[in-house]
C-alpha cells in the first residue's frame, strides 16, 4: 500500500562553513560593566555580514570583541570552530582575522606600498601575489604606491587601510564604520569596494551607521541593542521590517520600504 503521508519538506540548510560564531557574549571595558550582553552572532564563508543599531549599542564592542580587544567574561568566540577568546591581535593575525578601525588606521607617514608590506609583517614572502589581488579590488592603489599615505583623502586612506587587512589573506575581514566621516560620493564608494572585497570570496562583517545602505548591499544583518542582538535577518528582509524600520532606519527606511 502506498503511503499516503505528505511529505514534509523543510527550508534548504546553509551548508557553508561557519568562520566566526559569537555564542552569549558578555564583554565590556571596565570592570564589572558590559556592553555586551548576550550577543549571537554566525557568519558563513562568503558571507557579508552586517551590524546596525543605535548609538551605544555595542556594535563596534562586538567587533572589538572578537580581536582580543575587549575583555570578554563570559560567552565564546569561534574562528573555524576554534576558540579565540583571549588571544593577542598577532595569533588573531594568523588565524585569519583581520581588523581595519574606523579612525587612525593608516602609517600616515610611510607610503602605500610600505602600508601594505606592514599588513605582511609576518609572511613578508607573499608581497608580491597579495598586492596583485588588492590592486584587483583598488586599482587606483597600484598606481600610487609610492605616495605617502598622509597626503590620501579620508576615502582613499581607507581603501589603503582595507588593503593592508586584506594582505594576509585573511579568513574574515572586520570592518568599522568603513563610511564614517567621507562625502556621501565617497560614502557609496566605500560601499561598493566592500561590496567587491566580499565578492572576491572573503567573508565580512560590518558595523555601520549608515544602516539603510549597509542593508542594501549585505546577506544577513543583525540588529544590535542594548549589547544583544534584536534582530536577525536578511538585508532585504531588515529594510522591510516594520519594527525594525520603525526602531532603528526612521523615515529613509520607510521611504526605502514604500
Do not use: W
Not at 511529505?7 to 558578555?26: A, G, M, N, Q
Not at 605617502?148 to 594576509?168: N, P
Request: proline share 4%; aromatic share 6%; hydrophobic share 40%.
Amino acid at each position: 500500500m502506498t503511503d499516503a503521508t505528505e511529505p514534509v519538506f523543510e527550508s534548504p540548510k546553509d551548508d557553508r562553513e561557519v568562520i566566526v560564531e559569537l555564542t552569549d557574549v558578555h564583554a565590556g571595558y571596565l570592570p564589572g560593566v558590559n556592553i555586551l550582553n548576550g550577543a549571537n552572532l554566525v557568519a558563513r564563508q562568503g558571507e557579508l555580514i552586517g551590524i546596525i543599531g543605535p548609538n551605544g549599542a555595542g556594535k563596534s564592542t562586538l567587533l572589538k570583541s572578537i580581536f582580543g580587544m575587549v575583555h570578554v567574561r563570559s560567552g565564546e568566540i569561534t574562528v573555524k570552530g576554534e576558540s579565540i577568546v583571549g588571544l593577542k591581535a598577532d595569533k588573531l593575525v594568523k588565524r585569519g582575522v583581520a581588523f581595519v578601525p574606523q579612525t587612525n588606521n593608516v602609517f600616515p607617514s610611510l607610503t602605500i606600498a610600505e602600508n601594505l608590506q606592514m599588513g605582511l609583517y609576518q609572511n613578508p614572502k607573499i608581497y608580491a601575489e597579495r598586492l596583485e589581488f588588492v590592486t584587483g579590488i583598488f586599482a587606483e592603489l597600484g598606481k600610487r604606491l609610492n605616495q605617502r599615505a598622509g597626503g590620501l583623502s579620508g576615502g582613499e586612506r581607507q581603501m589603503v587601510a582595507m588593503s593592508r587587512a586584506l594582505m594576509m589573506d585573511p579568513s574574515v575581514l572586520l570592518l568599522d564604520e568603513p563610511s564614517a566621516g567621507l562625502s556621501p560620493v565617497r560614502q557609496d564608494d566605500a560601499f561598493i569596494r566592500v561590496s567587491d572585497i566580499n565578492k572576491a570570496g572573503v567573508t565580512t562583517i560590518m558595523v555601520e551607521q549608515n544602516a539603510r545602505r549597509c542593508l542594501q548591499i549585505c546577506d544577513r544583518g543583525y540588529v544590535l541593542d542594548q549589547g544583544r542582538d534584536a534582530y536577525e535577518g536578511t538585508g532585504r528582509d531588515l529594510l522591510n521590517d516594520p519594527k525594525v524600520i520603525g526602531l532603528y532606519l526612521g523615515t529613509l527606511g520607510q521611504e526605502d520600504a514604500a
